[in-house]
């Protein structure tokens, strides 16, 4: 085999015994290549290969290149598939890249044959490629990687292996190949670096530019991991997603206590969780949200995906399309009950609330529970009893004189966000709350000695909404 394969292979660990592995083959000498060194090493660990082969229909030719690699298939007694999409309708459809479209494409046919891994034929002059294309337009570490060895479930068993060496290896053995005449074009960016800015380096500047930029790459990647163990840890530590409403939560002492540069990728890193791509995030998208955290007060930024982020008093919140979250209304009046009565309703989004009259005059221990609190209820006019979000002039008793806070009040006190303010429900006789539902209750409507019934009031389901994250 060829060295750089068989070191490929071994050093990442790409290829287990009983694995399913498929190859995309273009027909290209870089996929010729592939195919035949893993048909070779099933030799040595016993695995799975099948082929799958793009008909991309953007070249008249291209219908040759898909027989090809079917006889190539047939002679090594290979599992072959192939299929036939439009690359440069799709392309038009998604507005992508052609590159991007195919890709795409490839990928999608590929994963629908249920592979353990995908093999693909990148080797050492793609990565090169890769590397200078990615500092020209702009990149941090992760570009300068280039393209990884492993990748989820993509493998590259040629990475370590430059195209000289490739088509060295194809002469020897008198094997053919495919040649996509668009390669040789310079209307491509990449293709430009290919037949430009790439030989003119190794010319004039190193005769080893290309083996020297791909060892840098494999520093970096090795770089790359160690930084991102200490990323998975800030985000175990500073970052938690609020289920319920989708929501993503980062301490702002995150900003203070990580090392700068660790604290761009942990934002990165939550911002991966709600975009689609992450090249679309820019440099000045994660400077203007660390420049929040220094901002007075609670303030908002847009970035790309329809994401709001929100700088509140200890967090930045990041939420995706919060537009299309139209808050719906409630309302619900409670009924009067005698005692040993009971009632319950679902709101709309699954939580259950059940209200039970009880006695009182044994003075049962009161139970502390974040989310079943008792009241008096002789205390209560039941004409007036709704469960509903705040309005204006709402109030909170807050201490046995009857001082009374505005509920607009207690919720800046408490920190509470603003965005969430309108969202958690209030038990309210009038304008007067009984409970800010996972927060605080009022002192009126406490127990006490001459006490005789308790409205008792539970909340499952749904509760870490209201609560204070």
């Excluded at 083959?25 to 996929?31: E, M, R, T």
């Excluded at 034929?121 to 941090?140: F, P, S, Y």
């Excluded at 139209?326 to 005692?339: F, G, Q, Y």
């Amino acid at each position: 085999m060829l060295k750089g394969v068989l070191k490929a292979i071994k050093d990442n660990n790409m290829i287990k015994r009983g694995d399913k592995i498929v190859a995309g083959i273009s027909g290209g000498a870089d996929s010729v290549a592939m195919l035949l060194q893993l048909a070779e090493y099933r030799e040595q660990t016993d695995y799975t290969l099948q082929v799958f082969h793009l008909n991309h229909m953007i070249r008249e030719d291209a219908s040759h290149d898909e027989e090809f690699v079917r006889e190539l298939c047939s002679r090594l007694n290979i599992p072959f598939y192939s299929e036939q999409i439009d690359v440069t309708a799709l392309s038009a459809r998604l507005h992508l890249s052609l590159e991007e479209a195919g890709r795409k494409a490839r990928y999608e046919a590929m994963r629908d044959l249920g592979p353990d891994k995908i093999a693909v034929g990148h080797h050492k002059d793609d990565l090169a490629e890769t590397v200078i294309l990615n500092m020209c337009r702009g990149t941090g570490l992760h570009g300068m990687v280039g393209i990884a060895p492993v990748q989820d479930d993509i493998i590259r068993p040629l990475i370590y292996t430059s195209r000289s060496e490739i088509e060295e290896y194809l002469a020897d053995i008198g094997q053919d190949y495919c040649t996509d005449s668009t390669n040789a074009q310079t209307d491509y960016t990449r293709n430009k670096i290919r037949h430009d800015i790439l030989p003119l380096l190794t010319k004039s500047v190193n005769d080893k530019a290309t083996e020297h930029i791909t060892h840098m790459a494999e520093d970096m990647l090795k770089l790359e991991q160690y930084i991102m163990a200490r990323v998975d840890e800030a985000y175990v530590k500073y970052v938690q997603l609020n289920a319920s409403d989708g929501t993503i939560h980062l301490k702002l002492r995150a900003m203070n206590e990580l090392d700068k540069y660790i604290a761009n990728e942990l934002i990165l890193r939550v911002l991966e969780k709600l975009t689609p791509r992450r090249k679309d995030i820019t440099r000045s998208h994660v400077e203007g949200i660390i420049g929040l955290h220094s901002l007075p007060g609670e303030k908002t930024m847009d970035i790309p995906y329809g994401i709001k982020v929100i700088k509140t008093y200890d967090e930045l919140i990041l939420i995706k399309n919060p537009e299309d979250s139209e808050i719906k209304p409630l309302n619900i009046k409670i009924p009067a009950l005698t005692e040993g009565e009971g009632w319950s309703t679902v709101l709309d989004d699954g939580t259950d609330v059940t209200i039970r009259v009880k006695s009182y005059r044994n003075k049962p221990e009161i139970p502390n529970k974040a989310y079943t609190k008792w009241f008096d209820y002789d205390k209560i006019d039941c004409s007036e009893l709704y469960l509903r979000y705040r309005a204006s002039g709402d109030y909170l008793t807050i201490n046995s004189r009857g001082d009374k806070k505005s509920i607009q009040d207690y919720m800046v006190d408490e920190k509470i966000e603003r965005y969430r303010r309108d969202t958690i429900p209030l038990l309210a006789q009038g304008d007067h709350v009984l409970w800010v539902i996972g927060h605080r209750i009022s002192e009126h409507y406490k127990l006490n000695e001459e006490s005789k019934k308790i409205l008792e009031v539970d909340i499952t389901q749904g509760e870490k909404k209201w609560q204070n994250m």
